[in-house]
């Protein structure tokens, strides 16, 4: 039996970075950065008001209060958008936020702090020098780095780069994830059930699971239990990585393994569970991994297999990396002593889980699953899992 280490990195061996592209920030969301981005432009681009108020010179008004309030002349008045202005000595200038500081003035008194005059105002408190004003480049000066190398591009990541004038990035592309279910039992769902038969689930998981990752699913067209009918959907595969379920074990009727093996694709047994038949290979020269049918076994194998697959494609340097995330166990339950258990797992409270099924991690729960939030990753050696353990926990999306 091979351990889950050893098939990641099997796995893994299979894929490479796809190629990178430009493209504008409007098509850049949730891919990863190829290389550093820097600033273009300074932020804030110019010297402006962080308030609605006056631009005044600051020794000017620095004894103001309320019982002695300075009166000045307003001597414009700027908006954002408006080009700076110039403040004279002994006057104040209407401005609103945003707007740029008229040259000479080095504060803001803000308009709640006056009379809100606009031919004269009465200033009720003093400002130091520099209050309320956005010094230019106090934000990010051009050459500043703003996204790093393989860094995602999250929508707040995005709008910064926009803010210091970056209109394209540098990206790996979307992978596509051609998605194929197979055997005779399967009906779509909403259709009626016909005796042995049971609705297709794999394919809606296996879809959303490819989305959440980043990529882009190409769910194909179911196949039977037929091995000729499985290699024309291979065949007609446009994708980055093929991903299969069912039919790889030890049945009579398993297509997968049936129309594969000795064909570029090997099967094996990992040491893990949920998930212990896997295939792995290429199909005309495109990267396989053949899942098992049981969709929480589906689940998992995305989680701990498919999904570093993926990384790897979008250009991640260390695939399924990372801090571990880790949280105590509420209420316990019993693990597959001689396998790395997968226990699907929901929050009691911040940092505490138990177990989301009732049945433990058996690999046919699968409308149970939809309580589960992650998976508890049990070493091989453990035999029981009890309250206050301390279990590693594996996410399925990004």
């Not at 103001?64 to 908006?79: H, I, K, N, Q």
């Not at 019993?334 to 058996?362: D, I, K, W």
């Not at 049990?378 to 990004?398: E, Q």
């Amino acid at each position: 039996m091979r351990d889950l280490e050893s098939h990641v990195a099997r796995a893994l061996a299979l894929v490479a970075p796809l190629e990178a592209q430009s493209r504008p920030l409007s098509r850049a969301l949730g891919l990863t950065s190829v290389r550093d981005v820097a600033a273009r432009d300074a932020s804030p681009p110019f010297d402006n008001s962080a308030m609605d108020g006056y631009a005044v010179r600051s020794d000017e008004v620095r004894a103001a209060t309320t019982a002695s309030p300075v009166r000045l002349p307003v001597a414009g008045e700027t908006a954002a958008g408006a080009p700076p202005a110039e403040l004279r000595a002994g006057a104040a200038w209407r401005i609103m936020t945003g707007a740029p500081m008229p040259a000479g003035a080095d504060a803001v008194v803000p308009a709640e702090s006056t009379d809100g005059g606009t031919a004269w105002v009465e200033i009720a408190r003093g400002v130091d020098a520099g209050r309320h004003v956005r010094r230019a480049g106090e934000d990010a000066r051009p050459g500043d780095v703003i996204v790093r190398a393989g860094e995602t591009l999250t929508a707040a990541r995005l709008a910064a780069l926009a803010a210091v004038g970056v209109s394209e990035v540098v990206v790996v592309r979307p992978a596509r994830v051609a998605v194929i279910a197979t055997g005779d039992e399967l009906v779509d769902a909403g259709q009626a059930l016909g005796p042995g038969q049971i609705h297709d689930s794999n394919s809606v998981l296996l879809a959303g699971l490819v989305r959440e990752a980043g990529a882009e699913p190409v769910v194909m067209e179911r196949a039977s239990d037929a091995p000729e009918q499985l290699l024309e959907r291979l065949a007609a595969a446009d994708a980055d990585l093929i991903v299969t379920t069912g039919g790889v074990s030890v049945g009579a009727y398993d297509v997968v393994k049936a129309a594969l093996a000795g064909a570029g694709v090997e099967f094996v047994r990992v040491a893990m569970q949920p998930g212990k038949p896997q295939g792995l290979g290429a199909v005309h020269g495109t990267p396989i991994a053949c899942l098992p049918g049981n969709p929480v076994s589906v689940l998992v194998s995305f989680a701990v297999i498919v999904a570093p697959m993926l990384e790897r494609l979008r250009g991640e340097p260390t695939p399924g990396g990372g801090d571990p995330e880790t949280a105590t166990v509420a209420r316990g339950w019993r693990a597959a002593l001689g396998r790395r258990q997968f226990m699907p797992v929901r929050f009691t409270g911040p940092r505490t889980v138990e177990p989301a099924t009732a049945g433990g991690s058996g690999s046919h729960l699968i409308a149970s699953l939809a309580a589960a939030q992650a998976l508890a990753d049990v070493p091989a050696d453990v035999d029981d899992v009890t309250a206050g353990d301390t279990v590693t926990l594996v996410r399925w999306s990004r």
